[in-house]
């Protein structure tokens, strides 16, 4: 009764039914980030205009697509035309919009930015196809094949689409067949080390002991990275059956899936997604006829960016405080409660049905030798078209944040890869290779994914301050490179951006960054001196002028900040005199301005408004200047 | 024995043998090769938290730490490379960047030490006396082999607050380095999980969840992580200041009847403290409390007797011994056979316990000898006693299948035995407690089977019925259920399990029914072929009674009625001793016949006066009242002279002498002997206390060998009949006015020689509160009483004022409390009526 063919067959029907809509579908795109962006406000303006209006239509929550600048998206789809992208939709519009495709006899078609059809189509006038959009264009989508297409809360949308076949794959190849295919894939670790997948594996099929578990790793918890939480949101069974082809191929009968607790919309879906699974015989006893036992519990991390780490998250998993220890031995001999486990990352897991699916060959056609198939990103910082992205590895970093992201808002300055254990690469890498190899070689690494672009208003001082603290405030404590090392690396960086910095700092910030690389017990504290080290390496001039010039090229750091007023352009509109909280503007109405600098505590406020709210617009200025250092 | 696999590795050139699953750390220690750590420590599990352990390996990336690495056939290893020497200057300067340094890398420390005689004089002069550890810091060792001069970064003082509220140990974690070993052995070793890693980043410290007090957090004060900790961050508040010690002496601790073997700490004549010995008989390195921090306070009082002296009147007359000895005689000579008692201490040594029972039987021709053990176990002492002949060696409690704990709480004292426990129940035992209160085990037993006051010999025999029923019982094993479901769920699990062991506590030891709870206790170890551990509070009940120190036990635990024995002894002291048993037993004195002569042996009787004419009070400390003694004799303390006694399990364990009675004490068989030879009695010509052991053997021939150099535990044939006393006070069950409660009191157990280690010992009143009743707030609530109030308790006859406490594990309805022996009422527990007691104000 649970065959997973007559269920398939059930649910290709049900896909059909809905693709040739003999109503209109209204797709909105409600993952965290449509959320965010308004998307509940919208779905509630539809529901009420077909309400008010008396109109029909059904409703189908989607995940997210991938480009975040264009949200809140609302998709709509008329009986036999092709689904049109809305984007930047707010209620109004939204309301707008539902009327003029549902009872216009010329919707607005013209207000689409894409559509998934064919451009032959008449209907669909001068919109380019959705993904003829130079952000999506260059990308290529595997593991987010399903993100925005089906409703993450209905499994049989995941069967219809081919939902489950890799699951079935892997039974009919055995554990080893599945190993094999893995390796002949070349698939390496997506959560940043990129470590060969079927190597860990085979350690532990080979380990000894019948208890084995597998851990989906969903502690995603790097500042500005969101493509775990969005594949979770977005297609959850493609996660689920990941860890299906990951326990069966290593011989584990328990699962469980470490997410934080701060994704609890990707928790609910889950949630859901495991009990259809139970219901579809997906999980327990014997699945599918195949021998294999399997049960997955969800364990929620308590918001420790050190619980990514594999030790870590294990004690976390335990109930223990998180905090790594050493290896060996490596938790696929000796994990979990001691027994061989086998830790994945959400991403690896999602490309697994892919690979079986289709087969290892298949999988080798992207990316370059050595670095195979696709990686998502979140591209964010100061770019144009920020996202969540899918490239095949080895594209170069332009490629990424030129094409797709459109470049940056001001002029490009750096990049930084890899979330706060990153580095932080400068324009001239910028035709580097995003593969595990050549990031590592420029100082960097892959980490899960996050890219943030920055242009020439950030101070890569301030920027590497920033991720310290962060990596500071998380370290867990247990061993003193980190625990005390990062502390002096972020005391001296603060000295620094407060302008009270010496040239000796510089050489005490490489040394301590060296201590704490090659002291450290884990990951993080091994890896979280690299944006001091990278943007050392390759803005040094930056880091002199801040030492030696008591200057911020970025006009970023307060404290070697002046704000003054430029007396040409002044008008003497006293806007500026409005808001100024101390009183350091000062000056009658149409004469000149006087900004006394003692009073002036930087607060910005008096810029913003001449900016825009007053005549003028530029007559107030921040300029950092060189000085002398003190000594 | 299996020899483990060796494989060979290379150390800085040089090739080793080394055992596999080995660390690279324990490989070169093994061989001398140093490795500067902090962390690790040989008691505990790897951690690689302060990473100066760091080598290089030839086959492996990064710098591993050479405390987690096992060594591999074939490993290069280098300890001492020009990199791993950088790398770990700096990684102790960001150690020592958070932690006060003078006294590391000061370039006075040197001079300083000059004063470390005096000292509070060198805090005083150098201004930097901040941490008690001096010359005891393993982090000066770390940092005088890495040759550090100076630090190079900013301090980061975390410029926390001193914990210094909860009793033994103070806590300053400005100077703690996270190393983890107080955490590891609190979580792994002792597995209390008291201590913990709280916050994180620049804001982890070592602390309890919550932040609540160590009292509140459950600690048992074992002091295990005071004793590991490298630093002078956990600091004991009785020996901080007294630097390190200069030698140790293996001994037994004298404070309860497990008798853990211990490392006494000494410095010149003076016993600094006492820290667990690797015993792996009884305690395994562990201590409780009491063994840990009760010790030196307890034999180091200032008020510590030193010289003889009589009592004329208000006034101290010091004797030399040969004229306090003169006194004594004097009045016993004069003293007929039923004008005489001898009231000794169980925490006697059995040499002391020998000698005193002789002295009354051949040189006063008395059997009038008792000892406070039988006040202790009341009525139900046959029925404890009865236990012994099931007892099994503590070790028993690692491979029990189940473990029933009858009246236990483990958290004070008897932790030892807990610790074992917790063991047990992480290796996969199955652990049932029986206890009418909140208690140590209820949260890590399987069933906790909590009848009421009333109940419990109820809850036993249905235990016992159940456990014995032929046909399966049908409820399955299902915690949290019914009491009634549980008891049969313990019951299943005691009848299926091979060979269960009992653990007895005092809880029930007190009840008006403990004789008949006794009795079902053995039948339901019977029933279950149990072993049986009654864990006695007494360090020496089982030498107390061997020895023969009661009016109706001869030595070898033999009834006085065996005219047999009789006539043995006789030969054997060249003394014709007195047949028939007596009746006399210390609780029956009374003021109606009053003595000639009292000789308290280390025992405290309330009121002495009235029940003799001449009293002679022969123990460490003095009299709690002036008139409570005519002749003070001062004795020894176990610390001082060499000696043996028998622990629980039948184990002849060693007194060793670590330092010199305090002027002219003497051991207690010493004084005794002293007497009956001016008493010109032969047979008390020792010399040492060889000569009685030899003699004890020739009397006691189950005790060949008795000098406890052999620590085989025996199994202790008891062949006599000790009558318990069945009640103390009693009351009549009228009502009176007041709010109806039930009083449950319990025997004061953490006693040494008659007096409370409360008394002896700062801190310790924190933990074994005496005379104050537990209150559910509640009850306190409704009967408008507030901590520290008092409240007056009748019922009948009985009448007494107790000053409460609220404690919220107390169950509503009834009061708990501690009170000295002999003062236990009867019934107990006893229906009461409680009313407020209200202070006139003046």
Redesign the interface.
């Known amino acids: 009764m649970n065959n997973l063919e007559t269920l398939r067959n059930a649910a290709k029907l049900q896909w059909e039914q809905l693709k040739n809509n003999p109503i209109p579908l209204i797709y909105v795109g409600t993952a965290s980030c449509g959320r965010a962006a308004g998307a509940l406000a919208i779905l509630d303006a539809i529901r009420k205009t077909l309400e008010e209006k008396n109109l029909t239509a059904r409703i189908v929550e989607v995940g997210c697509i991938g480009p975040c600048y264009l949200e809140p998206l609302v998709d709509i789809q008329l009986p036999g035309r092709p689904r049109m992208s809305h984007a930047n939709v707010t209620p109004e519009r939204a309301r707008y919009l539902v009327q003029s495709y549902l009872k216009s006899d010329k919707p607005a078609v013209r207000l689409a930015i894409g559509h998934f059809g064919e451009d032959s189509s008449e209907f669909v006038q001068k919109v380019p196809r959705f993904f003829d959009l130079p952000m999506l264009k260059p990308q290529v989508r595997i593991v987010l094949r399903n993100c925005g297409f089906i409703d993450p809360a209905e499994i049989d949308h995941y069967l219809a689409n081919d939902g489950y076949l890799g699951i079935l794959s892997a039974f009919a190849k055995g554990p080893e067949g599945t190993i094999r295919e893995v390796k002949e894939a070349g698939l390496r670790g997506r959560g940043g080390a990129g470590f060969p997948t079927f190597r860990k594996w085979e350690a532990c099929r080979k380990a000894p002991g019948t208890q084995k578990y597998l851990i989906c790793n969903a502690d995603e918890g790097d500042p500005g990275a969101f493509m775990n939480r969005s594949l979770l949101e977005g297609d959850p069974h493609a996660v689920l059956e990941g860890m299906l082809i990951a326990a069966y191929a290593i011989g584990a009968t328990r699962g469980y899936i470490y997410i934080r607790a701060e994704y609890p919309l990707a928790i609910v879906h889950l949630k859901k997604a495991i009990s259809q699974m139970r219901a579809y015989g997906l999980l327990g006893k014997d699945i599918q006829g195949s021998g294999f036992d399997f049960d997955i519990t969800i364990k929620e991390g308590a918001g420790?960016f050190?619980c990514g780490e594999e030790t870590a998250l294990i004690a976390s998993v335990e109930g223990k405080?998180g905090?790594p220890?050493?290896r060996?031995p490596f938790p696929a001999i000796a994990g979990l409660h001691g027994k061989p486990t086998i830790i994945n990352n959400v991403e690896t897991l999602g490309t697994l049905p892919n690979i079986l699916r289709n087969g290892a060959a298949w999988y080798t056609q992207f990316g370059v030798e050595g670095n195979r198939g696709t990686k998502t990103f979140s591209l964010v910082g100061k770019i144009k078209r920020a996202g969540l992205i899918e490239v095949p590895l080895g594209m170069t970093l332009r490629k990424i944040i030129f094409e797709i992201g459109g470049g940056t808002t001001k002029k490009f300055k750096a990049v930084q890869t890899g979330g706060p254990s990153g580095g932080c690469l400068s324009e001239e890498f910028l035709d580097t290779s995003v593969d595990y190899e050549s990031l590592g070689a420029a100082g960097s690494i892959m980490g899960s994914g996050g890219l943030i672009a920055m242009d020439e208003d950030t101070c890569v001082v301030d920027l590497a301050r920033y991720f310290l603290d962060f990596t500071?405030?998380?370290?867990?404590?247990?061993?003193?490179?980190c625990?005390?090392?990062?502390?002096?690396l972020v005391?001296i960086l603060r000295k620094i951006t407060k302008g009270e910095g010496e040239p000796k700092d510089l050489a005490?910030l490489e040394?301590?960054g060296d201590?704490i690389k090659?002291?450290?017990?884990c990951g993080l504290g091994?890896t979280a001196p690299n944006p001091v080290l990278t943007t050392l390496r390759y803005f040094r001039p930056e880091y002199l002028a801040h030492v030696k010039d008591r200057f911020c090229p970025a006009t970023v750091c307060r404290a070697l900040l002046e704000y003054r007023v430029i007396p040409e352009k002044c008008t003497g509109c006293q806007r500026c005199v409005s808001v100024c909280p101390t009183g350091a503007i000062t000056g009658p109405r149409a004469k000149t301005h006087n900004l006394d600098a003692s009073k002036c505590i930087k607060c910005r406020a008096c810029y913003e408004i001449c900016r825009f709210d007053a005549i003028a617009g530029d007559a107030i200025v921040i300029k950092s200047t060189r000085r002398a250092s003190d000594e | 024995m299996n020899s483990v696999p060796e494989v060979t590795i290379h150390i800085d050139n040089q090739a080793f043998a080394a055992e596999k699953g080995m660390t690279i750390l324990q490989a070169a220690q093994r061989h001398n090769i140093y490795i500067p750590t902090l962390c690790a420590h040989k008691d505990l599990t790897p951690f690689g938290g302060c990473r100066m352990c760091i080598v290089e390996v030839d086959s492996m990336r990064g710098l591993p730490t050479s405390c987690t690495t096992p060594v591999e056939e074939g490993m290069v290893i280098h300890t001492q490379s020009a990199q791993i020497r950088a790398v770990r200057q700096e990684i102790l300067k960001l150690i020592l960047s958070e932690h006060t340094s003078s006294c590391l890398i000061c370039d006075e420390r040197e001079e300083c030490r000059l004063y470390s005689t005096t000292i509070r004089k060198a805090g005083v002069t150098t201004g930097c006396r901040y941490c008690s550890n001096d010359n005891r810091c393993e982090l000066q060792d770390v940092v005088e082999h890495a040759g550090l001069q100076e630090i190079g970064y900013a301090v980061q003082y975390r410029d926390l607050p001193v914990e210094k509220e909860d009793p033994f140990f103070d806590r300053d974690y400005n100077i703690c380095i996270l190393c983890g070993r107080c955490v590891r052995m609190c979580q792994d070793v002792r597995t209390a999980g008291t201590l913990t890693f709280v916050q994180r980043g620049q804001h982890t410290v070592i602390g309890t969840a919550f932040h609540r007090n160590h009292i509140e957090a459950g600690c048992e004060f074992c002091g295990a992580c005071v004793s590991v900790c490298p630093t002078g961050a956990l600091a004991e508040k009785a020996n901080k200041w007294d630097g390190a010690a200069e030698r140790e002496t293996i001994t037994t601790c004298p404070f309860c009847g497990i008798g853990c073997q211990m490392r006494l700490q000494v410095k010149g004549d003076r016993v600094l403290g006492s820290l667990p010995a690797e015993d792996p008989l009884i305690n395994r390195g562990q201590l409780c409390v009491k063994g840990r921090f009760c010790v030196a306070e307890t034999v180091n009082g200032s008020q510590r007797l030193g010289r003889p002296y009589r009592m004329e009147g208000a006034v101290k007359a010091i004797l030399s011994w040969d004229e306090a000895a003169d006194l004594a005689a004097a009045h016993l000579a004069a003293c007929a056979p039923e004008e005489f008692g001898l009231f000794i201490s169980p925490n006697c040594s059995n040499e002391d316990l020998y000698v005193a029972q002789k002295f009354v039987r051949a040189a006063m021709a008395s059997h009038r000898i008792d000892n406070s053990a039988r006040l202790f176990y009341g009525a139900g002492f046959n029925a404890y006693l009865r236990l012994f002949r099931r007892s099994v060696p503590l070790a028993e409690i690692e491979k029990a299948p189940v473990i029933l704990c009858i009246g236990l709480d483990a958290r004070y004292g008897r932790s030892v035995a807990g610790v074992e426990l917790r063991r047990a129940i992480r290796r996969g035992a199955r652990v049932v407690t029986i206890h009418p209160r909140q208690h140590s085990l209820a949260n890590v037993s399987h069933l906790w089977l909590q009848p009421a006051p009333e109940e419990a010999l109820d809850l036993l025999r249905k235990l016992a019925g159940l456990a014995g029923a032929g046909k399966s019982l049908s409820t399955a094993f299902r915690p949290g259920g019914s009491l009634d479901a549980n008891i049969a769920a313990a019951a299943l699990l005691l009848r299926d399990a091979s060979a269960p062991v009992f653990l007895i506590g005092s809880e029930f030891l007190s009840c008006h029914d403990a004789p008949e709870i006794l009795e079902a206790v053995w039948q339901l170890a019977e029933t279950a072929n149990a072993g049986v551990l009654p864990l006695p509070a007494q360090n020496n009940l089982l030498g107390s009674i061997l020895m023969g120190t009661f009016a109706e036990v001869l030595p070898g635990g033999i009834t006085a009625a065996d005219t047999e024995r009789i006539r043995l002894l006789s030969e054997k002291w060249g003394t014709q001793v007195r047949a028939g048993v007596s009746s006399w037993n210390a609780p029956t004195m009374s003021p109606d016949e009053r003595l000639k002569v009292l000789y308290l042996v280390g025992e405290r009787v309330p009121g002495a006066r009235s029940l003799s004419e001449f009293i002679i009070h022969q123990d460490l400390y003095p009299p709690d009242s002036r008139q409570d003694a005519d002749l003070v004799l001062p004795a020894a303390a176990f610390s001082e002279a060499d000696a043996t006694c028998i622990n629980g399990e039948g184990r002849i364990q060693k007194f060793a002498k670590a330092v010199n009675p305090p002027g002219e004490a003497l051991p207690d068989w010493k004084i005794l002997s002293l007497i009956a030879r001016k008493l010109h009695v032969a047979g008390f010509e020792y010399e040492d206390v060889s000569d009685i052991q030899r003699e004890i053997a020739s009397v006691v021939p189950e005790l060949e060998g008795c000098d406890g150099a052999s620590r085989q535990e025996r199994r202790l044939a008891l062949r006599l009949d000790l009558p318990g006393i069945r009640s103390f006070g009693h009351a009549a069950a009228a009502q009176q006015e007041g709010i109806p409660m039930m009083l449950i009191l319990g025997v004061a157990e953490h006693q040494y020689r008659g007096t409370s280690l409360a008394a002896r010992v700062e801190g310790a009143a924190a933990i074994f509160p005496e005379d104050t009743v537990e209150i559910s707030p509640g009850d306190a609530a409704k009967a408008g009483i507030a901590n520290g109030d008092e409240i007056i308790l009748r019922c009948g006859e009985f009448e007494r004022a107790f000053p409460v406490r609220c404690d919220k594990d107390q169950p509503e309805g009834t009061l708990h409390g501690v009170v000295r022996p002999g003062q236990i009422p009867y019934p107990n527990p006893l229906s009461v009526t409680m009313r407020k007691r209200y202070v006139q104000s003046r």
């Not at chain 1, 625990?483 to 002096?488: D, E, F, L």
């Open positions: 420790a050190v405080r905090m220890r050493s060996p500071q405030k998380e370290s867990c404590g247990k061993c003193a490179p625990r005390v090392g990062s502390k002096h005391e005490m040394t301590l201590t090659r002291g450290s017990l091994q």
